[in-house]
């Protein structure tokens, strides 16, 4: 992937939460959902989708990318990297979506915005792997292609996310 250096936390260091503790959760409580409830999908029932159908793909379809014509980059050619210039990040540096890195902070995926509540994520083979469905208190939940929920995203209130399992650790970075 052709990634800019200020979207680079091995280059910037403001983007680093090795070596920025304000978005390190495992150093700031406020963006741990292991010390911080209303963060926390387990413990917080509105920002969990198997207890609130309104952020859950399998109970409202217009969130499903598999159901929504509009939102599916097999259907739908501007959501789809390998067909749309613009949001490859192999052929542009400077693609909408958001990086993913795990904690060694190497790049994993990218995500292209599939409409004001779906992000669409993609390997960096440009493979469609998954899709994030904002959860309306500033995080995602993050789904595989099968609507199983797999992951989440918490805020690390500097435009960018951290990634955690669904037990609560964390595996990585998301930056915008």
Avoid: C, E, H
């Avoid at 990634?163 to 970075?173: E, R, Y």
């Amino acid at each position: 992937m052709n990634i800019p250096s200020n979207r680079n936390p091995r280059l910037t260091s403001s983007i680093n939460p090795n070596l920025t503790s304000s978005i390190n959760p495992n150093l700031t409580a406020s963006i741990n959902p292991n010390l911080t409830s209303s963060i926390n999908p387990n413990l917080t029932s509105s920002i969990n989708p198997n207890l609130t159908s309104s952020i859950n793909p399998n109970l409202t379809s217009s969130i499903n990318p598999r159901l929504t014509s509009s939102i599916n980059p097999n259907l739908t050619s501007s959501k789809n990297p390998r067909l749309t210039s613009s949001i490859n990040p192999k052929l542009s540096s400077n693609i909408p979506g958001y990086f993913v890195y795990d904690l060694a902070l190497n790049p994993v995926s990218f995500t292209v915005l599939a409409s004001t509540r779906v992000l669409l994520i993609f390997d960096s083979n440009l493979n469609w792997t998954s899709f994030a469905i904002s959860n309306n208190r500033g995080g995602f939940n993050i789904f595989d292609l099968n609507n199983r929920w797999i992951n989440y995203w918490v805020s690390n209130n500097r435009n960018g996310f951290n990634n955690f399992t669904l037990s609560g650790q964390w595996v990585g970075v998301v930056v915008g």
